[in-house]
DNA sequence: TGCGCTACGTA
DNA sequence: CGTACGTAGCGCAG
């Protein structure tokens, strides 16, 4: 069969969009401005041939749903355009599927949520859920919205004959089309904030980076992180002993562990804390709870403290980091792999599981290179500031971010030292409300006023019941109004502080998708492994670590340009190490 | 089994 | 009365 006929003939065009619906063992649906393409074969060899001769921008519903098998087999896709993420970053809040995406794109009442036990399976075909699909329905029903049989993928399933799958899969392909032409619509029509707007629009940049975010947060999961597990259970069994190879040594190396304290305690469940609570007040300790910030102030004033305060750090590493959680998230191979959200959470962060973004400071010494490679390790330094700055147009703190260390110049204009004016910085962000940053708080009053101004903005929205946008226009939801005053405060200081974190997650992830790209156009072996909120983990071969440093930078560069129009400086710490710990 | 609570890890 | 997230054990409701 002729592909690049078959490619040109229904319309497609190199950087245009091209639906993808994926039919593992069968083939794919494809759908360019001329209409739906089925082609039967093995997917991976055929998107591999159409990314090599047309290099169009994959259009999915979503990543997770359409590019997981291809990313497993090795694909790489350069562009795209997930209809998931941009609805999120259109509309906000948690609903990301099909249905609700096709549905604010045709401006019409978003439908009810789909199944849980259904929302793995959005548009992959993989599933047989409920049975053939009823007659010849088509994928969109007598309402205009998706049809429940396309959107679960009983469409594609196999009570079908094969070639009717494919045709199927091109015109939900077809329909993904549809959808993000509408999408990108809306985006190109929104106000650009950035000072000197240039093409393409900021919202549609960011449509693109967080969609190859999506694409990223795929690709992470699959990739995992490389973990040198000897190393890894030597931190363990420092702590907690050897393995135990039953559930009797387990319970014995558990009463071991406790042993110590409960000889200080009492008899006590050190698991339960409310009993804790009580031993502690029986020995006259007048606490509100047994958290350990509280129990550090107490400690030298009782042997007890320090042994409780000790045998907590053993008990997470474990239980949560111990050998079941190697054991479950460490593979044969040496990663360690959970699952990634690309934009979760009010402000659209990336979040995943299995630990990887909480893994204690004792662990990473077991983040290794693999033999021959090296991690390279970027973190973005005072991103929250420097993001500020940006979404204020504050001159002065935009003046401040021109300095590697932003806090010296803020220090100098609040006249009080560094670690007083980093406090004051974080405590405006936070929306904190007592405490020692009050004198430097007024301080930055002065100095920062529109950088103030907006975060008091932010947070009276917020009270108010008023979203709050990012910098890329992405609605944070903030919901009702008519609250008790708690509740206000406290979802004032959620809008204040979301709106500055959302936007250094977009910042974060424009960065990491130009890092992706930089990496594949090396066209070496080097992965993104990590992505921790302000820091990038690469795991590149030895000899080009040097390169990959230098892309982390340049990246870096080319994204605060593009995204912020060059007023304020972003900066990048960067280190080549065997292991994670090495880095600062 | 599912949920809220307490606790604690990271940014 | 600084924010966000994920995970685990416990106690309780169903």
Redesign the pocket.
């Known amino acids: 069969m002729d592909l690049e006929g078959a490619l040109h003939r229904a319309g497609a065009r190199p950087g245009d969009p091209l639906g993808l619906v994926v039919l593992p063992g069968l083939g794919v649906g494809l759908a360019a401005g001329g209409g739906p393409l089925p082609l039967a074969g093995d997917p991976a060899d055929l998107v591999r041939r159409v990314e090599r001769g047309l290099g169009p921008r994959w259009t999915w519903w979503s990543a997770a749903g359409t590019a997981a098998p291809l990313v497993a087999a090795g694909v790489h896709l350069a562009r795209c355009h997930d209809v998931a993420a941009v609805h999120r970053l259109l509309v906000g809040g948690s609903r990301d599927d099909p249905g609700a995406a096709w549905a604010a794109a045709h401006d019409l009442p978003e439908p009810p949520p789909p199944a849980r036990h259904r929302e793995a399976a959005h548009g992959t075909g993989l599933l047989d859920l409920d049975g053939a699909l009823a007659g010849d329905s088509g994928p969109v029903d007598e309402h205009g919205l998706l049809a429940a049989g396309w959107v679960e993928g009983r469409a594609f399933g196999p009570d079908a004959e094969p070639a009717e799958r494919l045709e199927r899969a091109a015109r939900w392909a077809a329909l993904a089309v549809r959808t993000a032409a509408a999408q990108q619509r809306v985006l190109a029509a929104r106000p650009d904030p950035r000072p000197r707007p240039a093409p393409p629009p900021l919202a549609v940049q960011t449509g693109w980076s967080e969609s190859a975010a999506a694409l990223l947060a795929v690709e992470l999961e699959t990739t995992g992180l490389p973990v040198d597990r000897a190393a890894a259970e030597a931190v363990v069994a420092a702590e907690v002993g050897p393995r135990p190879d039953g559930p009797a040594a387990e319970a014995a190396a558990r009463a071991a562990r406790d042993a110590p304290v409960r000889e200080l305690l009492g008899p006590v ?1 050190l ?7 009580a031993a502690l007040r029986q020995l006259g300790f007048d606490v ?8 550090e102030r107490l400690r030298g004033s009782h042997p007890v403290v320090e042994a ?2 000790r045998w ?2 053993g ?2 590493l ?4 111990g050998y ?2 190697l054991e ?2 460490v593979s044969a191979d040496g990663r360690l792999r ?2 990634w ?1 690309a934009s ?4 659209g ?1 990336m ?12 662990l ?1 010494p077991a983040v290794a290179a693999e033999p021959g490679h090296v991690l390279v390790r970027a ?2 330094g005072q ?1 929250e500031p420097r993001v500020l700055a940006v979404l204020s147009g504050d001159a002065g703190l935009a003046a401040a971010a021109r300095e590697d260390d932003l806090y010296a110049p803020v220090a100098a204009a609040l006249g009080a030292d560094r670690a007083t004016a980093k406090v004051a910085v ?2 405006a ?7 020692a940053a009050g004198e430097a708080l007024r301080r930055m009053e002065r100095a920062y006023p529109a950088a103030l101004a907006f975060l008091r903005a932010a947070e009276e929205a917020g009270r108010a019941g008023r979203d709050v946008a990012t910098w890329g226009g992405r609605p944070v939801r903030v919901g009702s109004a008519d609250l008790p ?2 509740a206000r ?3 004032g ?2 809008a ?3 709106v500055v ?1 959302g936007t250094a997650a977009e910042l974060f992830k424009a960065w990491a998708a130009s890092v992706r790209a930089g990496l594949a156009g090396a066209g070496g072996a080097g992965r993104v492994v990590l992505c ?4 990038l983990l690469l795991h590149v071969p030895e000899r080009d670590a040097g390169a990959a440093a230098d892309l982390l930078r340049s990246a870096l560069a080319g994204t605060a340009r593009r995204w912020a129009g060059g007023d304020v400086r972003f900066a990048a710490d960067v280190a080549v190490v065997r292991r994670w710990s090495e880095a600062k």
Request: aromatic residues 6%; proline residues 4%.
């Open positions: 469940d698991r339960n804390p409310a009993q804790v609570l509100p709870d047994t958290r350990a910030w509280r129990l409780l305060l907590r750090k008990e997470r474990a239980t949560t980091y079941a959680w479950h998230h959970g699952a959200a979760d959470g009010g402000g962060r979040t995943a599981q299995a630990g990887l973004h909480n893994l204690p400071a004792e990473r973190d973005l991103v974080l405590a962000m936070y929306g904190q409300t007592s405490g005053e708690e405060a406290v979802r200081r959620f204040r502080n979301a974190q921790l909120h302000d820091e």
